[in-house]
């Protein structure tokens, strides 16, 4: 695999940003020889964590080779994917600036059927997010230990950021873009066609019970998903296994 660290100037956030590309190899491609496109996931991280955080803490480079797909790995800092009410619009950046502009420079697909999104707590929220805000976008998402009702973070403290630079200092986020329960039902009731879903926790996470929630409200609205838990924690170590079984069902 090449593993490219892409830094550019976005437009939406008014800064220069990074993004971890991994391409599998050819030598035909660097020639300019080979006109294919590969299959892509956008791999998303988590709060404390940035675009190289799946690089290092995990075998993604392996693992994606073995498969012969593309992995995106934008940085979003502790946005939960979302416009920020004091930050940056880090959700139109991945959905009107990421995603048209980097098949223009890169070999990644563009097709629905190609173009996956996964990610880890945040980034499982986010995956998610994503997948049911751009359901024509994304043909399947997967969320390894995600934050499943975007309230957690209401009830929550946190010592790394602030949660009033998301929200705006409101008291709930359900019923809004921003709620993942909401999402469904929305897609539901317009009969769009939603993303494959696949969502696995590990049962010593602290976000077991949410997972398990969500798991079961998807059942309850005949939601067709893939679920999996096995021994562990809101850690690499689960979301090293869990990448591998999410890039087969991929």
């Known amino acids: 695999m090449a593993i490219i660290d892409f830094q550019f100037l976005s437009n939406t956030l008014a800064t220069t ?8 190899e050819q030598e035909d491609w660097w020639s300019g020889g080979n006109k294919t496109t590969y299959p892509t996931l956008y791999l998303l991280h988590g709060l404390s964590n940035n675009h190289t955080t799946y ?30 009410a ?16 980097l098949p223009t420079l890169f070999p990644l697909a563009q097709e629905r059927e190609k173009t996956f999104v996964a990610g880890h707590s945040m980034g499982g929220y986010g995956a998610f997010k994503m997948a049911l805000s751009c359901p024509d976008r994304f043909s399947k998402a997967a969320s390894m230990s995600g934050v499943m009702d ?19 200092g409101k008291k709930t986020l359900h019923g809004t ?15 769009i066609e939603l993303p494959e879903l696949y969502q696995t926790c590990g049962t010593e996470d602290f976000l077991y019970e949410d997972n398990l929630a969500f798991r079961d409200f998807l059942q309850s609205e005949n939601i067709q998903s893939t679920y999996a838990e096995a021994p562990g924690e809101h850690d690499f170590k689960f979301w090293d296994k869990s990448i591998q079984n999410i890039l087969k069902w991929l």
């Open 86 to 101: 004091y930050g940056h619009r880090y959700f139109d950046y991945f959905t009107k600036e990421l995603l048209p502009l």
């Open 177 to 191: 873009p921003s709620d993942l329960y909401h999402l469904v039902r929305k897609n539901k009731k317009s009969q």
């Open 150 to 168: 975007i309230d957690y973070i209401l009830h929550h403290p946190f010592d790394n950021f602030s949660v009033e630079a998301i929200t705006g």
């Open 55 to 84: 690089v290092r803490n995990t075998n993604i480079e392996r693992y994606a080779a073995e498969k012969g797909i593309a992995v995106v790995i934008p940085s979003f800092d502790h946005s939960f994917y979302s416009n920020m």
């Open 17 to 24: 940003t990074s993004i971890s590309i991994l391409l599998p």
